[in-house]
């Protein structure tokens, strides 16, 4: 990107900072029990989901915690394996990385079957180098592991693809992202963690069906085809470490 395509870049930014109003976190408990149909007898010790990270884990974008992107990854995981899910999530509004290692991510006081690490976007709006990134990324996922076995992080959230942001910002965004992407997945090859990269997925669906009123956040559609894609991706794996 040439410098003037950079400076309209920067400009559309600050148009965005001042002028988009995102979505705030949603009313409604951050914890929950899904899928108690596959245990009605109460014997099934429940499979636990711990969430952490920016507005995605929130659920900003719904009017309930109950429609956000967690849930409906609990109740997909509680169908594959045939058994209750509980959920539990430590997400805010702009976190980044450093702020899930230093404030959420302590917040997690049990040892979950599987914890689920979702940060990136507001690195990319905080203009944070790949190398700050990796540093942050590779430091959490350390001191993660010693919280759970079983850890899956989730690439940044589709930016490039904003309704809410100027053509030539999301430009300069899917080159940053494309950068964040491939150093997320190295790192976690490195450490043997999955990564999801959904900010690749093709949502195959229009702006208003899967974007929330802020036309930044995902809606009540964007997370359920997340939390659906997201099981798919992740059936073999869960199906590997259920018990």
Known sequence: ????????????????KHHVHLAPEPE?????????????????????????????????GVDDQSDGLIPDLARGIADVLERPVHWSTHGRLGATMRRVRYRLLPEVDEKPDLL???A???DIMARRSVGEWSEDLSATLDEAKALADDIVVYS?????????LGAT?????????DEQTEASRRICAERGVTYLDMTHEDVKADDAQFYASDH???????????????VELL?????????
């Open 1 to 16: 990107m040439n410098v003037m395509h950079k400076t309209v870049a920067m400009l559309e930014a600050w148009w965005a």
């Open 169 to 177: 910002l999301r430009r300069y965004l899917e080159g940053r992202i």
């Open 116 to 118: 689920v690490l979702c």
């Open 235 to 243: 059936r073999d794996h869960l199906l590997s470490i259920k018990d």
């Open 156 to 164: 940044c959230g589709q930016l490039y693809n904003s309704p809410s």
């Open 216 to 230: 930044f956040h995902p809606g009540r559609f964007g997370y359920r085809y997340m939390a659906d894609r997201s």
């Open 28 to 60: 409604g408990e951050r914890a929950g029990l899904v899928g108690e149909r596959y245990a009605a007898d109460g014997s099934a010790r429940p499979f636990t989901l711990v969430a952490v990270g920016d507005s995605m884990v929130a659920g900003c």
């Open 120 to 122: 990136g976007s507001n």
